[in-house]
T-cell receptor, first 117, second 113 residues
Framework: EAGVTQFPSHSVIEKGQTVTLRCDPISGHDNLYWYRRVMGKEIKFLLHFVKESKQDESGMPNNRFLAERTGGTYSTLKVQPAELEDSGVYFC???????????????FGEGSRLTVL | SQKIEQNSEALNIQEGKTATLTCNYTNYSPAYLQWYRQDPGRGPVFLLL?????KEKRKERLKVTFDTTLKQSLFHITASQPADSATYLC????????????FGRGTSLIVHP
């Protein structure tokens, strides 16, 4: 069974440009999470989808970040316009819906490294 | 404010010894705590989950303890091997709220042959 896949693995863009990161969760996983790790810091939560609905987006830094999950399958995270402080590794994770709240492990992708110059 | 603290200094041990990693937390009412392993350039991989009403969990060479009075979890790897070298992350999920796991910074473990 395929794991969580993320694309691109690395993106280098200029400040002010736009980047779109994609995440394909494990098939059948209704929960999808975006996290980010900035150099030297902990992995920080950005947002959580249940199917196509945003359940919690309290971690999104500002309105330059837009996440979507059309049809409850893959998700995209767009950064527009990108700033220097957006550099980091963006992780996507998924987990099955357990009927109330997440009671188990998250399955992570390998991450998308974003470098903003 | 809520904090999850893991030792930022790398833990260096000799092969065959037991590695013990610490996760301390403040201002959390945890529902459960998880430990993940992360290798350079890779995503975190789940290892163990322990619930608030559990004291200890084991899986092969791994053992996790959870002391909600001390607000601490210990993660042990017995008979450590160089292949165990990685960064180990603890993640807390609070009771109430959105049940989103919050991660510590992780501790790097280096097992020397």
């Amino acid at each position: 069974e395929a794991g969580v896949t993320q694309f691109p693995s690395h993106s280098v863009i200029e400040k002010g440009q736009t980047v779109t990161l994609r995440c394909d969760p494990i098939s059948g996983h209704d929960n999808l999470y975006w996290y980010r790790r900035v150099m030297g810091k902990e992995i920080k939560f950005l947002l959580h989808f249940v199917k196509e609905s945003k359940q919690d987006e309290s971690g999104m830094p500002n309105n330059r970040f837009l996440a979507e999950r059309t049809g409850g399958t893959y998700s995209t995270l767009k950064v527009q316009p990108a700033e220097l402080e957006d550099s980091g590794v963006y992780f996507c994770a998924s987990s099955p819906w357990t009927g109330g709240w997440n009671t188990g492990e998250l399955f992570f992708g390998e991450g998308s490294r974003l470098t903003v110059l | 404010s809520q904090k999850i603290e893991q030792n930022s200094e790398a833990l260096n041990i000799q092969e065959g010894k037991t590695a013990t990693l610490t996760c301390n937390y403040t201002n959390y009412s945890p529902a459960y705590l998880q430990w993940y392993r992360q290798d350079p350039g890779r995503g975190p991989v789940f290892l163990l989950l322990i619930r608030e009403n559990e004291k200890e969990k084991r899986k092969e060479r791994l053992k996790v303890t959870f002391d909600t009075t001390l607000k601490q979890s210990l993660f042990h790897i017995t008979a450590s091997q160089p292949a165990d070298s990685a960064t180990y992350l603890c993640a807390l999920t609070s009771s109430g709220g959105s049940y989103i796991p919050t991660f510590g910074r992780g501790t790097s473990l280096i097992v020397h042959p």
